[in-house]
């Protein structure tokens, strides 16, 4: 399986269950691994046969932006049912972290993987 991947996307994100994390922006880091068929594009060399990560990325940006999201696990699923939906996407991992949300911890977060792992492109 090929992997196109975006790794510490880093945003200002609404994010959190109290009160006063809801009145704020805190960091968020985003890693996305997306299961893409790279032998077209790498025959072609025509960025319209590839899975844009640029594109990927401008669409978890804003739909970081449009919300205030309580769990970081509601984030992952919403960034991973997006893009699958969007890009045509039929496997993604999605990790969210929450740096500093746990005193004593670089970070904290979820990662989750949506689709068929096994996913192959049939040739």
């Known amino acids: 399986m090929d992997i196109v991947y975006v790794r510490d996307l880093r945003l200002d994100a609404r994010i ?14 985003i890693d996305l691994e997306m299961a893409w068929d790279n032998r077209p594009p790498a025959a072609s060399d025509n960025i319209q046969d590839t899975l844009n ?5 401008k669409r978890v940006i804003e739909l970081v932006a449009q919300d205030h999201y309580e769990l970081v696990e509601r984030l992952a699923e ?25 005193r004593g911890s670089s970070e904290v977060g979820v990662r989750i993987e949506r689709g068929n792992p096994q996913w192959q492109m049939s040739t």
């Open 78 to 102: 919403t960034i991973a049912s997006t893009l699958m939906a969007e890009l045509q996407i039929p496997w993604i991992r999605v990790t969210v972290g929450k740096p500093g949300a746990v």
């Open 53 to 57: 990560y640029k594109t990927a990325s």
């Open 16 to 29: 959190g269950i109290y009160e006063w994390e809801k009145r704020i922006l805190q960091k968020i880091r």
